[in-house]
């Protein structure tokens, strides 16, 4: 990539200018302020964030897209072309070319790696194109498959892809500054910021996106430019969010694709996502998207001293649930199994990278076995774990529902003609002198004799508690 080592010559100059900057030499802000902000790196940023950085680096973002031709170490299995061969010779009927004309890259063709948690893919260089070969590495299942094989050639990254796995993306000129979710993904362009000596805090501090100082939409939306699908909105073909810069509002950008719009590949029709990089899409229909808890509520991107956890998230698993919701009702839905796993039932794994049901959903509202049986394409939370089970959806939510929903009240309703009331005795206080305001609940139970007014009423007690 020629633009990439223009970018790294500039960066290189920027590190002289940032180097003076900490010097005592003065900077004309009025003149740094006249130039347009340009992107300066990841490296930059080093100089001053070390912490930040180093964390950042653990994360998965910094490594979505790497340079296999500075260091092939990126490249997580062996490109060996008769395993790759012998593995897609298994799932040959679902092939559109034969197995034998497969273009295989060799380890040195191979450009960039893109991906290495579900899958990895190899980017090549053509005609001055980065393009992806036509095999996929699932790491979980450890097995090769196909991608694009009969189209390969024609899929163009920079268009496609681009925008999403790597940082200052130029798409008329192809060069891009640097591979990977880095910093000024999320910050904006950085060098106004970097080149402002450290004694201007309140400049260098307006001169840089802050996302916690975002309003809650525009913070999100930073996010939701790439956990996101859909259309450029300023240009023809991109499926990433052109121009958009983080601060603004991400609409004006892009739109994010729908059932209801005709998107019956990757949602389903109750507008659960079945394709990945789609957590914004369910988010956005979740109460926790209305309540302001956003991705940063139960993610984070760097944190120091934090060891990376899978997902990044702040605490590992269901445990992150409970950081808000100490209490929940142990009864009705909860009172089945465990109940521990949150997640299991709340974010069913109902979307797919490599593999079938690998990616969590983000509406966070369960999905029962009766919401298979109305639409038999829906899949359901509780499928996820009882897929052995004999399968009849039918029973497993008929006991879902015998556990779960309170019985109605057996017997008929006796009529109990009330005494008149007598004059009450003045009430006696023996103990506390004034009442606590659930007393009066606590007395509610009826005299035995007497059935209660409302018969619905009764089964509601215990759960009030
Ligand atoms: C020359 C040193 C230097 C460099 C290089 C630098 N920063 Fe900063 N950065 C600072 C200082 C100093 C502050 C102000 C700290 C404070 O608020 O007390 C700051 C603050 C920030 C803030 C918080 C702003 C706020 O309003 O709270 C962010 C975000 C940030 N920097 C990101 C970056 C990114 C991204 C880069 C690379 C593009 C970068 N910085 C490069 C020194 C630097
Ligand atoms: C995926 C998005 C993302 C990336 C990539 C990212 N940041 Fe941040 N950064 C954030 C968010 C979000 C916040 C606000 C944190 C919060 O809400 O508490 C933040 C806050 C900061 C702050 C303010 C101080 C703080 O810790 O709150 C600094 C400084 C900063 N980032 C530097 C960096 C540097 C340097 C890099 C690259 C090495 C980087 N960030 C990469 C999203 C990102
Ligand atoms: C420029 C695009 C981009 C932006 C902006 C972005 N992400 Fe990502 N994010 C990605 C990509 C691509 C991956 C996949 C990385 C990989 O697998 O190597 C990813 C992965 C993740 C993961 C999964 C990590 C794991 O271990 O599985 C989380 C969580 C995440 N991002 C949260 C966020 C949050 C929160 C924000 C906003 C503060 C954000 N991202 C902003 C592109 C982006
Ligand atoms: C709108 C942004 C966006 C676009 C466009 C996009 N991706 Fe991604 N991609 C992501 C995000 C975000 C993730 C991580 C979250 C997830 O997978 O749910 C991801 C994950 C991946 C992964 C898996 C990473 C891992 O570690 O397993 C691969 C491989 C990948 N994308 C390839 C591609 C290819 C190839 C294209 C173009 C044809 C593409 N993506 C287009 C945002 C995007
Ligand atoms: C209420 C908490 C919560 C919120 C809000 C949230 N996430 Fe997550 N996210 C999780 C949990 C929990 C996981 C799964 C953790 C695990 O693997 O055990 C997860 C997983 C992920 C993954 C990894 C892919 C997968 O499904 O395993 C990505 C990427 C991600 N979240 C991105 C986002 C983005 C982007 C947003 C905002 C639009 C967001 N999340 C909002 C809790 C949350
Ligand atoms: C940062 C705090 C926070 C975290 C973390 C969090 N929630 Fe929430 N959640 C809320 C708030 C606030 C509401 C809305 C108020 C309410 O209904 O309790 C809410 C609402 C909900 C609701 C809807 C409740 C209703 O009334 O219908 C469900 C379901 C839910 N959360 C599940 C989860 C699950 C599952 C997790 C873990 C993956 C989680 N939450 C993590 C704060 C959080
Ligand atoms: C066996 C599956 C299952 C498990 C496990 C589970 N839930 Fe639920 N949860 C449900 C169902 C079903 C509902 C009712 C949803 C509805 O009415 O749309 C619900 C409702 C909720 C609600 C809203 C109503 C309320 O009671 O406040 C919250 C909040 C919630 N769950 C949080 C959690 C948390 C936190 C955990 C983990 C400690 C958890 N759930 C574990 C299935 C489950
Ligand atoms: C995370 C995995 C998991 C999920 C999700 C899950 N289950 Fe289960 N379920 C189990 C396991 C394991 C058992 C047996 C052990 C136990 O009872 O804890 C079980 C047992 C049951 C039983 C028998 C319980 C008894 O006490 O006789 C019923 C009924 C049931 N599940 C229904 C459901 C329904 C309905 C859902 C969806 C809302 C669901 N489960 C979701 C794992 C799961």
Known sequence: ???????????????????????????????????????????TCKMCHLEHYDSWKMTLHSRMMQDAQKNRDVIVTELDPAHIRADLEKIKDKLKIPVDKFYIPKVEDVKYTVGSQWKQRYLVEKDGNLIFAPIQYNLESHRWVNYNEDKWEKKLWFNDCGGCHATGVDLEKKTFVEPGVACEACHGKGSWHAALPKTEVFEKRATIINPAKLTMGAAVQICGSCHNRGKATKHKTAEWAVGYEP?????????????????????????FSMGHHQQYIDWSLSIHAKEGVTCTSCHYVHQIGVPPTRSQTLSAGSKQCLTCHVQVNNNQAHSIHSFANCIGCHMPKIATSAESGDIHSHVFVPLLPRDTLANPVIPNSCETCHKHKGQDLKKLQAAFDALTVLPKPVGSQVKVEMPPPAPKPAPKKVEAPKPAPEAPKAAAPAPATVAPE???????????K
């Open 247 to 271: 601060g603004k509002a991400l609409e004006a950008y892009f739109k994010s694709t729908s059932f209801g719009a005709g998107d019956i590949k990757h949602l389903y029709a109750n507008e």
């Open 454 to 464: 409302h018969p619905k009423a009764a089964p509601k007690e215990g759960e009030k």
């Open 1 to 43: 990539m020629n633009g990439y080592r223009v970018v790294r010559f500039l960066v290189a100059g920027l590190m002289l200018l940032v180097v003076s900057a900490c010097g005592e030499t003065p900077i004309d802000v009025k003149a740094l302020k006249s130039q347009p902000k340009k992107y300066v790196g990841s490296d």
